[in-house]
């Protein structure tokens, strides 16, 4: 499987915004849906959003509805977060990961490979 790079990462106050991207996906069976997972110190690693190969269906934790909003472009072999009204809570690291379907993006914390992720810092 091609290495998935996040990026867009940074420093923002409370309320702010953020663009996240995950580059490298491709349209092989494991890439089908494609989940953002992010882990703060001592906190276990969360699925957040997710979205399937089309684009068409999507998945939010419920810490992040109405705020966060994944995207998937195909052409471009992306899948995007954006993060509107960020909260503290939402510092971690941020990291993409696929799967063949949901339920098997959801176990990926327990197995699979992982990138370095894109460090999120919320400041109140």
């Known amino acids: 499987q091609v290495q998935l790079v996040e990026s867009g990462g940074g420093g923002v106050q409370a309320g702010g915004s953020l663009r996240l991207t995950c580059a490298g996906i491709?349209?092989?069976?494991?890439?089908?849906?494609v989940g953002w997972f992010r882990q703060a110190p001592r906190r276990e690693r969360d699925l957040v959003a997710a979205v399937n190969r089309y684009g068409t269906l999507t998945y939010y934790d419920d810490s992040v509805k109405g705020r966060f909003t994944i995207s998937r472009d195909n052409a471009k072999k992306a899948v995007y977060l954006q993060m509107n009204d960020l909260r503290p809570e939402d510092t971690a690291v941020y990291y993409c990961?696929?799967?063949?379907?949901?339920?098997?993006?959801?176990?990926?914390?327990?197995?699979?490979?992982w990138s370095q992720g894109t460090q999120v810092t919320v400041s109140s």
């Open positions: 491709d349209e092989s069976p494991g890439n089908y849906v």
């Open positions: 990961n696929a799967a063949i379907d949901l339920s098997t993006l959801h176990r990926a914390p327990e197995s699979g490979s």
